[in-house]
């Protein structure tokens, strides 16, 4: 497998408490990792590392070859990464399109004139088409998430970060969620989704990684990873003695 | 459950944070003396319904009775008064302040403050670690310190009914059977309690009736020890006949 | 289209307004009364000053309440230039800008350390000691100030066409700032400034390119202020109240608002002219107008209209309908 | 000597710095010891009064409503308010400087070539420790200053406990009045004083606050010391004209390398 991504024995402390102990995982070329573990697992701090928000305590992230633990946020975004929030962040007194513009122009270093087109794309095949001129502040849930795929896309990312894209959503928004994450996949991004809806995982991943208590339980095929003692045993407890 | 000693009657309860309805039609009843457990993966609703209980989330409709008194909306403050008490999830104990400063807090309302040196002994009867270290920051306790502070500070306030989020998340298995020993001598000293966990196995072992919640609906009922297991666990994931939730 | 041409024809009205708009106030001392030429250059000298703390707090976060300090070195450059140096008035102005973006320069190494309240205190607390130093310096006369002799020369009139091309060019800067690709950082900062960070908008650079462009705008309009009131002292210059009088102005207009200063601008100044002879009562009502106004509508005047009917009078949009036609 | 003199004025200077809306305390204790009174005890026994029912009724009325919409209605509010009241002082006083009368303000209680100590640094020195010895012990042992503790560390699991935050809020800001109004005596017997004069106190006690950390009361008076010594080694070598410039400096500086505060907790995160 040819790794976009490899995080490497990456850990978290705040004081005295151990957030993350030690993760490792590898992100493969057009690849789509989903994260799943219990609350507390730690699964939003690896994602707030991962976006340059907090500095892991230890370990390292090479990202295509490149160590880029010590990058700050705006650096990562313009190497290729793209991310979207478990509550959507959209730019709300501005329009979609002009969200999407912002993707281009700041994430690409695109001039204003190529990021338009970029935009006018992008929320095309993202369905926001009709609603490009819509101030963002007005979308729906469902449409904050697509907005803020969109916005990342713009930026022409290699890597994909996605928390809880499908949570509160219905069945049939999450169905089209999870197309929206196989368009993604088809353009050549590799994605880490976090999400909790383990079923969406298991219908819209590669690969899935169990955390718990902020270390790796187990990695592997999605129906492998759902059906093991160790996901069983994390979030069903242990037999008790 | 009979009518005649419920305790706590939710009914169609929704509440919605902005577009997101996060609870839809909940209805439950917990009686008196028992012991509930709220059985959910993280997103299921759980702390959302129990914040509602509480008054820190607004329910968008249905109501919320104690004793057949509404309470639904009613502010966090009143409900405290009215005997119900929470240990949040995450403990959030006030960490700038001694172990017997977060203890006295709990006694902040009027009827608990005349009977605030009796509660003391009992709970540090419960919690010896907490006499201990009384005079401590509570910044200075660790994990399983701080959930115990959380429940003894809410017992302190003389609750009929207790609701405890998530108390053994992240603790190490030891020091979750001490804490579940303890809340099975609160209920016994006569406090009705409510139990919200991840941990399937956890809460059908140590509660009287419990209820299962997928994505903000409730979707399974009855007396834990009469449950079957491995539907408990379809509902949990939502799968099998739980994936039309 | 039909749509187009309506949008097009409604455009070419607008810009049929402003051109007008503009015409009269370009013509304004022609036919008007000094007196209420006199209200006008008020009034685009203070929408200057509102349109700079506006792009700091309103856009950038930077909730400011030093922005005397720019007031203070541009009316105590024009002095020293045209007193100490005998120079044209004009070169005061122009001084007093560079001089204020230097000073912002030096300062925003510290200043920008300090987040939130801490930055809004730590303005403060700089412009208070710029007073207190400027009070004990010779070299600028300590607390006696000046006389400044270079605007007796001048005519009401004079000013006003200064004061026209300050507030009017301050408009237009920030109206332009918005279309290019800073004011997309800008836009982007002030709905979310975490989501904008995460899209590589570099949050401290492009605070500190806003900060020394406010700098420069608020020093140049500080001059043309002291060339109307042609005495400086240096606690006055270096007084809140003339945040405090942005402050108000934004909040009442609508905070991150290109319109907003604008509206606050005339509210402020045709409120504190009607009540003259009470400079008490008029501020006494300006702080009952704004808690009213942040307890009614906390986005003021064009914040409100905006949410409530989608209102811009000035739009500094990207619509998507331009790059179809272009394409 | 004269550096003793200054460390000496110096700490008891500080120790008056506290509070805010000071001034508006010290012209309510004025006017109402010499039109209604006529006795400055008593005033200031109304003033404390008058300033915590506005102090409540700000806070109840005005601030807390608009508490959950951001953290600049609050500082606009707060803000639209001192404006208010300051230019209602204007009005009723005029500009003029003014300063309040006692036997006190002119006698030195230690006199000697050495070493001098005016009666009004010292009063102001053992009031400060009073008012903060006193404040100390409410926030220590009572329930209510348990409570406004309990509220800042954690708002809702203060409610949990069953404290009514938003009252707790107002009552606070009564308590921060009562202060305001002693210190606002005190400035008034200290300096000669102007209804502008107030922003010059406000700075000041934000800078103690600050210096102090957030929250600490001995840090209150720690950081009142620190301001004071500066303002008058400022003033001692670089001439009088200097004491505000040194002190604001020293802010400034202490802001720059610390925004929490010199003895903030290590604890926080």
């Known amino acids: ?241 | 459950m009979t009518t005649e000693n419920t305790m706590l009657a939710v009914d169609n309860l929704n509440v919605h944070y902005g577009d997101f309805k996060a609870l839809h039609n909940i209805s439950l009843k917990i009686s008196s003396g028992s012991v509930v457990s709220i059985i959910g993966s993280n997103g299921a609703g759980k702390s959302t319904l129990l914040n509602t209980i509480m008054g820190i989330n607004k329910p968008s409709d249905g109501t919320i009775a104690f004793f057949s008194k509404k309470i639904g909306g009613m502010p966090t403050n009143q409900v405290v008064a009215e005997g119900i008490s929470m240990s949040p999830e995450g403990s959030r104990v006030f960490e700038k302040m001694t172990v017997e400063e977060n203890l006295l807090m709990g006694a902040y309302l009027k009827q608990a403050r005349q009977r605030k040196d009796e509660r003391l002994e009992k709970v540090y009867g419960l919690f010896p670690v907490l006499k201990e270290k009384r005079e401590q920051h509570a910044s200075f306790l660790s994990g399983g310190q701080r959930q115990m502070l959380a429940i003894a500070r809410g017992i302190m306030t003389g609750p009929k009914l207790l609701l405890c989020d998530e108390i053994s998340l992240g603790l190490a298995p030891v020091v979750i059977k001490d804490i579940y020993q303890k809340i099975k001598e609160i209920n016994r000293e006569g406090v009705t309690i409510v139990l919200v966990e991840q941990d399937v196995k956890r809460s059908l072992k140590h509660s009287d009736y419990s209820y299962v919640m997928l994505k903000g609906k409730i979707v399974m009922e009855g007396k834990s020890s009469e449950l079957p297991e491995d539907e408990v666990r379809d509902a949990y994931f939502g799968v099998n006949k739980y994936a039309k939730y | ?327 | 000597m004269e550096i003793i003199q200054s460390v000496l004025n110096g700490i008891l200077l500080g120790g008056l710095y506290s509070g805010d809306l000071v001034i508006v305390s010290t012209f309510l204790c004025m006017i109402i010891a010499a039109q209604v009174t006529g006795s400055l005890l008593l005033a200031l026994v109304i003033t404390i009064c008058f300033m915590a029912v506005i102090g409540f009724l700000l806070q109840n009325f005005l601030i807390n409503k608009v508490l959950d919409k951001g953290d600049e209605p609050p500082l606009l509010v707060t803000f639209g308010v001192s404006i208010f009241l300051s230019n209602v002082l204007l009005l009723l006083f005029g500009a003029d400087a003014r300063s309040i009368q006692s036997p006190i303000t002119s006698s030195n209680v230690i006199s000697s070539n050495l070493v001098s100590v005016s009666a009004v640094y010292l009063l102001n020195f053992v009031v400060a420790v009073l008012v903060i010895g006193a404040l100390h012990y409410v926030m220590k042992y009572t329930y209510f200053g348990r409570s406004i503790r309990a509220t800042s560390n954690d708002v809702t699991a203060a409610e949990l406990m069953g404290v009514n935050t938003k009252r707790i809020y107002s009552y606070t800001m009564c308590l921060a009045m009562a202060s305001a109004a002693i210190a606002g005596l005190l400035v008034g017997m200290t300096f000669v004083f102007y209804p502008s004069t107030g922003t010059q106190y406000l700075i000041i006690a934000f800078g103690v606050v600050v210096i102090g950390g957030m929250g600490s009361l001995l840090g209150t008076l720690v950081g009142g010391v620190i301001l004071g010594l500066a303002q008058l080694l400022g003033a001692y070598f670089f001439g009088a004209g200097y004491q505000l410039l040194a002190g604001y400096i020293v802010l400034l500086i202490i802001l720059t390398i610390k925004p929490e505060g010199l003895l903030s907790t290590a604890a926080r995160k």
């Open chain 3, 1 to 327: 289209m039909q749509f187009n041409f309506n949008e097009d024809s409604r455009s070419k009205f607008k810009w049929g307004i402003l051109v007008l708009l503009l015409a009269i106030l370009c013509t304004l001392p022609l036919w008007a009364p000094e007196y209420f030429v006199m209200v006008f250059m008020l009034i685009f000298l203070y929408m200057a000053l509102g349109q700079m703390w506006n792009l700091l707090a309103g856009y950038t976060g930077l909730v400011s309440l030093g922005q005397q300090i720019f007031i203070g070195l541009g009316g105590y450059s024009l002095a020293v230039i045209t007193e100490l140096y005998d120079l044209p008035m004009l070169l005061g102005l122009f001084v007093g800008g560079v001089i204020s973006v230097i000073f912002a320069l030096v300062i925003s190494q510290p200043i920008f350390k300090m987040r939130g309240v801490y930055f809004t205190i730590g303005t403060w607390i700089a412009a208070e000691a710029l007073a207190v130093f400027f009070s004990n310096w010779t070299y600028v006369r300590s607390g006696q100030g000046f006389n400044i002799t270079a605007s007796y020369d001048l005519t009401t009139v004079d000013i006003y066409y200064i004061a026209l091309v300050v507030g009017i060019g301050s408009v237009a800067l920030v109206y332009f700032l918005l279309r290019s690709r800073l004011g997309l950082a800008l836009m982007a900062m002030r709905d979310n400034e975490s989501a904008a960070e995460t899209m590589g908008i570099e949050l401290y650079k492009t605070k500190l390119k806003c900060f020394l462009i406010s700098a420069f705008v608020t020093g140049v309009a500080g001059g043309a202020l002291y060339l109307s009131i042609a005495y400086i002292q240096p606690f006055a210059a270096y007084s809140i109240d003339w945040t405090v009088a942005m402050v108000f102005m934004v909040i009442i207009g609508g905070i991150g608002t290109l319109e907003g200063p604008i509206i606050g601008a005339v509210v402020y100044v045709v409120l504190k002219q009607f009540l003259y002879d009470y400079p008490g009562i008029s501020m006494i009502i300006l702080g009952v107008l704004a808690v009213a106004i942040i307890l009614i509508a906390p986005k003021g005047i064009m914040g409100t209209l905006h949410d409530r009917y989608g209102i811009e009078f000035l739009s500094a949009r990207r619509r998507s309908k331009d790059v179809e036609s272009a394409a």
């Open chain 1, 1 to 241: 497998m040819n790794a976009v991504l490899k995080v490497e024995n990456i850990g978290i402390s705040f004081g005295s408490n151990d957030v993350l102990k030690s993760l490792s995982f590898e992100l493969g070329e057009n690849e789509v990792l989903g994260v799943i573990g219990p609350n507390g697992a730690g699964k939003t701090v690896m994602l707030n590392i991962l976006t340059g928000i907090l500095k892991p305590t230890k370990g390292s992230i090479i990202f295509q070859g490149k160590n880029i633990t010590d990058r700050t946020i705006t650096e990562r975004c313009r190497m290729g990464f793209g991310r979207t929030f478990q509550v959507p962040r959209p730019f709300e007194k501005m329009t979609v399109f002009e969200n999407v513009i912002v993707g281009g122009v700041y994430g690409d270093q695109l001039r204003e004139k190529d990021a338009k087109r970029r935009a006018l794309e992008v929320t095309e095949i993202i369905g926001l088409g009709d609603k490009k001129d819509w101030f963002a502040g007005k979308l729906g849930l469902l449409d904050r998430k697509r907005l803020e795929i969109a916005r990342a896309l713009a930026s022409n990312p290699k890597v994909l970060l996605f928390d809880e894209v499908a949570g509160g959503l219905t069945e049939s928004e999450v169905s089209d969620i999870l197309g929206i994450v196989r368009m993604v996949k088809e353009q050549g991004v590799s994605v880490v989704w976090i999400e909790h809806v383990l079923k969406t995982m298991r219908e819209g991943t590669d690969r899935v990684l169990c955390l718990a208590e902020g270390r790796n339980v187990i990695c592997g095929l999605p129906d492998e990873v759902m059906e093991s003692k160790e996901v069983h045993e994390v979030y069903l407890g242990a037999e008790e003695e």
